[in-house]
């Protein structure tokens, strides 16, 4: 069966500001849905290369689970889309999305500094919530999407999926078990050669600070800072940071980030991150008191190397799957069993915390000594 729907355009070219007089026919076909079973509708807010690479292919290998809409202020854009994707509706306005009585959760798939307002309405129109990292731009932010998720009793994920790799799977439970004994130091870097590179077409806005917030702290840095935090089980104590713009001068924001981070069990962590990597490197690098554990190393995903007489190396085996499996099927889960989220939005909240002290630790010269509860 086909539908028409009506779909009011966004002239402006920003989220949320519509223009009532112009309309957009678009006919779609219904897709079939299981008659048994509840199947959550999924909205995707912002289609750009993060929903296309990420986010809606993952969505459409959930079960129990269907795209229902896109959105996007750019209108052709978010038609090609629902057009690809097989995709009923397709808005310019995210907030008409929104008021789809049939939609139960969406994405967030947006430029930083709209994470926060899109969030906190779908909230309040009793949508939960998976937003993709980072959490927010400031801590008020992060703490009233926090709030909006409470007071509407809805799920709010945020989409920081590196722990669901099964090469860091195997690494912490490698930790866990002792093999390199108590952790000593942490290295880890994260780079590529930029946002422009990684995404020609939309990778734009990245450098502008007001969409942003911050550079590659916020865009790579808080996904090994959320890394290490779960890796190590603790929280940062205090920061030494320095960030710049070393290649992009047309940069509103820093495109190289390193930090110096003092764990509360004394664990010491060099982070550095960098859009000025060509080509791009990830690793990390645990030192303990009986060996050190090699991780996504560019020439081996995973190595132990033991310090004793023998002075061991080892390369576990990884597996293709991570043993939870596609993080999207769990946040669809999340919500039908109603459980807590893998990636909660205050566990983000932290890593935000530290990339800000980083930040702050650069413009001031000082340790950043950071707030934490018990």
């Given at each position: 069966?086909?539908k028409?729907?009506?779909?009011?355009?966004?002239?402006?070219?920003?989220?949320g500001?519509?223009?009532?007089e112009q309309?957009?026919m678009?006919?779609?076909?219904d897709?079939?849905v299981?008659?048994?079973?509840?199947v959550?509708k999924i909205?995707i807010?912002?289609?750009?290369?993060?929903?296309?690479?990420?986010?809606?292919?993952?969505?459409q290998?959930?079960?129990?689970?269907?795209?229902l809409a896109?959105?996007?202020p750019i209108e052709r854009?978010?038609?090609?889309v629902a057009?690809?994707?097989g995709?009923k509706?397709?808005?310019t306005?995210?907030k008409d999305?929104?008021s789809?009585?049939?939609?139960?959760?969406?994405?967030?798939?947006?430029p930083?500094?709209f994470h926060?307002?899109i969030?906190?309405?779908?909230c309040?129109?009793g949508?939960?919530v998976?937003?993709?990292k980072?959490?927010a731009?400031?801590l008020?932010?992060a703490?009233?999407?926090?709030?909006?998720?409470?007071?509407?009793k809805?799920?709010?994920?945020?989409?920081?999926?590196?722990k669901?790799m099964?090469v860091?799977?195997?690494?912490?439970?490698?930790?866990?078990?002792?093999?390199?004994?108590?952790?000593l130091t942490?290295r880890t870097?994260?780079g590529?050669?930029?946002?422009?590179?990684?995404s020609?077409?939309?990778?734009?806005?990245?450098?502008?600070?007001?969409?942003?917030?911050?550079?590659?702290?916020l865009?790579?840095?808080?996904?090994?800072?959320?890394l290490?935090?779960?890796?190590?089980?603790d929280?940062?104590?205090?920061?030494?940071?320095?960030?710049?713009?070393?290649?992009?001068?047309?940069?509103?924001?820093?495109d190289?980030a390193?930090?110096?981070l003092?764990?509360?069990?004394?664990i010491?962590?060099?982070?550095?991150?960098?859009?000025?990597t060509?080509?791009?490197?990830?690793?990390?690098?645990?030192?303990?008191?009986?060996?050190?554990?090699?991780?996504?190393?560019?020439?081996?995903?995973l190595?132990?190397?033991?310090a004793?007489?023998?002075?061991?190396?080892?390369?576990?085996?990884?597996?293709?799957?991570g043993k939870?499996g596609?993080?999207?099927?769990?946040f669809?889960d999340c919500?039908k069993?109603?459980?807590i989220?893998?990636?909660?939005?205050?566990?983000?909240k932290?890593?935000?915390?530290?990339a800000?002290?980083?930040?702050?630790?650069?413009?001031?010269?000082k340790?950043?000594h950071?707030l934490l509860?018990?």
């Open positions: 069966m086909s028409t729907v009506k779909k009011k355009i966004d002239t402006s070219g920003g989220y500001i519509i223009d009532p309309e957009v678009v006919t779609s076909n897709r079939n299981p008659k048994e079973g509840r959550l909205g807010i912002g289609v750009g290369a993060i929903a296309q690479r990420s986010h809606i292919p993952n969505f290998k959930v079960n129990g689970a269907e795209i896109v959105c996007d854009k978010a038609k090609l057009e690809k994707w995709i509706y397709y808005f306005n995210y999305l929104l789809l009585d049939e939609l139960d959760a969406v994405s967030v798939c947006t930083n500094y926060a307002p969030t906190i309405d779908a309040d129109k949508k939960h998976l937003c993709e980072p959490i731009t400031t008020e932010d703490q009233r999407m926090i709030d909006a998720a409470k007071r509407n809805v799920k709010l994920e945020i989409g920081q999926f590196k669901f099964p860091y799977e195997v690494g912490k439970e490698i930790l866990e078990e002792g093999l390199i004994g108590d952790v942490v870097k994260l590529h050669s930029g946002p422009e590179d990684w020609p077409t939309t990778g734009k806005w990245f450098f502008k600070k007001w969409k942003t917030g911050m550079g590659v702290l865009d790579l840095g808080t996904k090994h800072i959320s290490i935090r779960w890796f190590l089980n929280e940062v104590e205090s920061v030494i940071g320095r960030v710049d713009i070393l290649t992009k001068a047309f940069s509103e924001v820093e190289y390193v930090g110096v003092k764990f509360r069990s004394g010491i962590c060099v982070l550095e991150t960098s859009w000025c060509k080509p791009s490197f990830k690793g990390t690098e645990i030192v303990g008191t009986k060996g050190t554990l090699f991780m996504d190393y560019p020439n081996t995903r190595e132990i190397r033991i004793n007489k023998i002075n061991a190396t080892f390369h576990p085996e990884i597996p293709e799957e939870k596609n993080p999207f099927q769990r669809v919500i069993e109603d459980r989220p893998d990636v909660t939005a205050e566990d983000e932290r890593s935000l915390e530290v800000l002290a980083i930040s702050k630790s650069s413009e001031t010269g340790t950043v950071l509860d018990n």
